[in-house]
């Protein structure tokens, strides 16, 4: 059994890290993780309602 | 035979010759410098040794990344990819996983490149809210820039925190500034960044070996040197108390200033007004909206809508005023001011009481005030 971990996967927008789990050639399991958090949702929180937009167009 | 294609680095392309003097003329414009230094930038673009550079994103939504590889004209986004050698850039990179780390290891150990941080870094529990190939972005960061030339930091985030700062700041969130200490790092905020200042930092530090002036927030004075409302289009409707006072009303379709309506342009340095965005197509003001004040820190705090306080501008009191009294004048205080003016200045006070206190029907019907006096 290999375990495979690919960090960073480039040509994206954004952080992501891949693991996949090989067994005799086949991969058998796979794991993606997203490696970056800002915490949109909090930081809206409480806030005008008419700047949800300005903050949610930048994710 | 005449030689109309440009040497070094940018042989390879189709770029005539005559774009490229174009384009050093425009960065003399950017940078505020005479004319003349676009002999200098030729000289300096042209040499066949690419300066490499490494860019980093940490906490950012790749805007600032969109909004250099966005530009159509070759004059700014491409003529920076020509001109230096970007070994390491997650979002347009080749290489991926443990290829793209070494990619970047063998750069920063050799030294002699450029760093550049998009994205703030977050600081809270040892830095695990951003992690690329299993390091922190704490940890990245100290290590690219440790060998760096310079530093300079795109957007908002990587500047003064940006979004991810904002209140209650849920990762820690902090600038490349309050981490690098030991090297000249410049800042280049905005949300997204202006690449037309990017490409102008490049090219003068190219030039003359060394980052442009700049002012005590690390950013260069050629771009944030002038408030926005100083060069805006909208000023003179400023000036004469012209506002917009909801959206779509007739001061909305005339264009005049969006002050009442939010606008931060009053408290914003930034040279939109002049290089604008989307390759100079326009920028918020031009279409509608106010200035949001993103090159300026903690701007997510001003409210969007909020109205900027005003420390150096205020309309001519002989327009209307930035906020008209919103009461009716009672009808004893006008009959007290009617009187105070009529012993002052006897019976021109004596019209302006009569002016106040007359009923609205009596002006209708033809009464010429004069008839009176």
Known sequence: MTRIAIDPITRIEGHLRIEVQIEDGVVTDAWASSTMFRGIELILKGRDPREAWAITQRI | MLDTSIQGPLGGRELSRRDFLKFCSLMAGV????????????????????????????????????????????????????????????????????????AKKATVEQGGYLLIVEGSIPAAEDGIYCCIGGRTALDILDEAASNALAVIAVGSCATFGGIPKASPNPTGAVSVMDLVTDKPVLNLPGCPYNPVNLTATVVHFLTFGELPAMDDLHRPLFAYGALIHDNCERRGHFNAGEFVEAWGDEGHRKGWCLYKMGCKGPVTYHNCPAVRYNDGTNWPIGSGHGCIGCSEPDFWELGVYNHAELHRFTPPETYAPVYPPEQKIAPASAALMGGLAGLAVGAAGVAAYNALTKPEQEDESGDSPETES
Do not use: N
Request: charged letters at 25%; proline letters at 6%; a negative charge.
């Open chain 2, 31 to 102: 940078l505020a410098l005479p004319r003349s230094y676009a002999k200098k930038f030729e000289k300096a673009l042209a040499a066949p040794q690419r300066t490499p550079v490494v860019w980093l994103e940490f906490q950012d939504c790749a805007g600032c990344t969109e909004a250099l590889l966005r530009a159509s004209r070759p004059t700014v986004a491409e003529l920076v990819l020509d001109i230096l050698s970007v070994d390491y850039h997650e979002t347009i990179m080749a290489a991926s996983g443990k290829r793209a780390e070494e």
